[in-house]
């Protein structure tokens, strides 16, 4: 670390309104202190936090304390130095965080092409790791995160903190006790994907590094409505509502049913091809997945019928009865039935979450697995990406959820993995 050249916060926030390119910022450094050694709280317990992304979503998990922020941004690492009390190391380059052995875990809440590779790295560097939602990009990208973890025993957290919220801990255990009955139905609504107008390329602005940005994904050239948030609306970067919602209400999905270690055995897709415009999503969208042992079927409806007046949400249809789950995320509600239900002696009592990022916190104390850990996660970005697949191909697949293949489709197994650009490999 001696060699590397030391600064403080207020010297690189004096600096951020010069251009990247012109080095006015690389990978910053400050002195580290005796701080925890990798994978193990330091003292007092303390877990130190490393963070890679803090735009949006990834700016939430910034504290007061955090040693470390990454973004290639550098409007949004000057925003979330400001919040850290004493001077954090700053970075584009998230390599140079995870090279730091003061850094115990780290967030990810950079764009989803940009998960599977900063999460596999980061646990590779002996960091445990929060890697926000969807878990992966491709079914390969996942299946390599779940190794990852088991290979270098890391705690790994996806963020779809719907499953830590008290609405999802009362229908879980309303439907985990037969309260409707055997599920045969679960159907989401969401409404449509946004239409984007086209706007003219342009050169990136000078604080942004967007070749860093685009890292493993093609490149195409700058255009402020495919950076940052509208990242989500292109096939290549994000993959729609589906993926981004659909990794919330899905995951309550399968921890209502108690379903993370298993998938659909069918995908069937069609959408609306949007208007000319940036975007390439569907604004509509149905998906319909089938499982089997036991038989129930999974339904994306986008925009689908709304329920209790919200904008997005599930039905869960039993042989008894119904359950409405509204959200799916951090927002999530249900009825009064499953809200007031007591547990009877010897009834199913599902784990409950303190908080997602504090579930997270306490599994890397104990080294056990989060409420969300990744391999739920893969299975949960897994339908989403197969529904985008199905749309894609525009005929109904068979899957194979062991093998985690299709059956006797290789043009559709094509659709499993993405190579990286240049040097951005898995």
Known sequence: MATKRDVTRRGFLSRTAGAVGAGAVGPYMLTSGALAKPGRPGANDRIVLGHIGVGGRGSGFVRADSA????????HLAAAAKRVTGEPFLCKDFRRLLERDDIDAVTIGSPDHWHGIQAV????????????KPASKTIAEGQSMVAAAERYGRVVQVGSQ???????????KFVRNGQIGAVKRV????????????????PPPSYLDWDLWLGPARWVPYNRKRCHFNFRWFLDFGGGNIRDRGAHQMSVVLWLLDKDDTGPVSVEAAGTSPPDGMYDCPTR????????????????????????????????TGTKDTLIVTGGDGGCD????????????????????PGHFQDWLDCIRSRSKPIMNIEAGHRVATLCILGNIAYRLGRKLNWDPVAEDFIGDPEA??????????????
Not at 68 to 75: G, K, M, Q, T
Not at 286 to 305: H, I, M, N
């Open 334 to 353: 249900t009825e009064d039935k499953a809200k007031g239900y007591q547990v009877p002696a010897g009834g199913v009592q599902p784990y409950r979450s």
């Open 121 to 132: 790295q980061a646990m590779q560097a002996g960091k445990d790791v929060y890697v926000e």
């Open 285 to 316: 969208m149905d998906v319909t997945y089938e499982f089997k042992d036991p038989d129930w079927t999974l339904t994306w409806r986008q925009p689908g019928e709304r329920k209790l007046d919200a904008p997005f949400g599930a039905v869960y």
């Open 413 to 426: 197994s094509r659709w499993l993995s993405h190579p990286g650009r240049g040097a951005w490999q898995l």
């Open 187 to 202: 159907d989401c609504w969401h409404y449509e994907n946004p239409v984007g107008d086209w706007t003219p390329d342009e």
């Open 162 to 172: 719907g499953r830590s919220t008290p609405a999802a801990y009362a229908a879980c």
């Open 68 to 75: 470390a922020i990454c973004d290639v941004d550098e409007h």
